[in-house]
């Protein structure tokens, strides 16, 4: 799996969107940008992923650019609930011969300021 | 619809004991994974199953066993705990075998070794 970056923390304030970059500069061409979030002593949460198009859902967007190397995950509207560490991770597609683990690394640090 | 639950949500052991941490999901999920998370860093995998009577090791597994005896029940072991296997214990799952896979994870175990 191709090795992210991503900030160690940012503040946000309450209301505002919150944007949160994510450097990507190997990711291979079958490899999907995928987005988690782990609130305070809770289990990791599944935000998004994509390929090579711009998604969103309820939740948030995820702007990935025209060369895939880097990506944005956008929260339109923040509130404190979202203050959360998250995560940026870039993995292949599992095969039926074997199983690719999620690898989190220490991920961004979001608080939201009130 | 409960999705992934784990017990215990706590324990305390002194150093040598066993125990055995139980991680079930109701989403018929094929794909079970133990990952363990310690202070300041992200989540190691463990061992991970891809159908009921199969288990495989991740990046961390030993001193740790498993089984898949059912396809909703994923089993960690600990047959004579140590210190350094202080930690907090999720567990998720997933359903794809091809394609964009997302993980769904449990609320999490803390244990603490004496």
């Known amino acids: 799996d191709a090795k992210t970056t991503q900030p160690p923390s940012m503040d946000c304030a309450e209301g505002r969107a919150a944007n949160l970059p994510c450097n990507h500069s190997t990711i291979s061409g079958n490899e999907y940008v995928y987005w988690y979030r782990q609130i305070h002593s809770q289990g990791p949460q599944y935000i998004i992923h994509g390929l090579k198009n711009n998604e969103t859902n309820e939740m948030a967007s995820l702007i990935i650019t025209e060369d895939r190397k880097s990506s944005t995950l956008i929260l339109p509207h923040a509130t404190l609930r979202d203050t959360a560490v998250y995560y940026c991770i870039v993995r292949g597609i599992i095969s039926n011969f074997g199983n690719e683990k999620l690898t989190f690394g220490t991920g961004t640090r979001l608080t939201i300021i009130p | 619809n409960a999705g992934v639950t784990q017990t215990p949500k706590f324990r305390v052991l002194k150093t040598g004991q066993s125990m055995t941490l139980l991680c079930a999901q109701d989403?018929?999920?094929?794909?079970m994974y133990w990952y363990r998370q310690d202070p300041g860093m992200g989540l190691r995998l463990i061992h991970y199953?891809?159908?009921?009577?199969?288990?495989a090791k991740g990046e961390v597994p030993d001193g740790y066993n498993v089984s898949r005896l059912k396809k909703q029940n994923f089993l960690l072991g600990l047959e004579s705990a140590a210190p350094s296997q202080t930690s907090v214990y999720f567990c998720?799952?997933?359903?794809?075998?091809?394609?964009?896979?997302?993980?769904?994870f449990g609320p999490g175990t803390r244990l603490l070794v004496l």
């Open positions: 199953s891809v159908g009921e009577g199969t288990t």
């Open positions: 989403m018929n999920h094929e794909y």
């Open positions: 998720a799952s997933s359903y794809s075998r091809v394609g964009p896979e997302t993980q769904y």
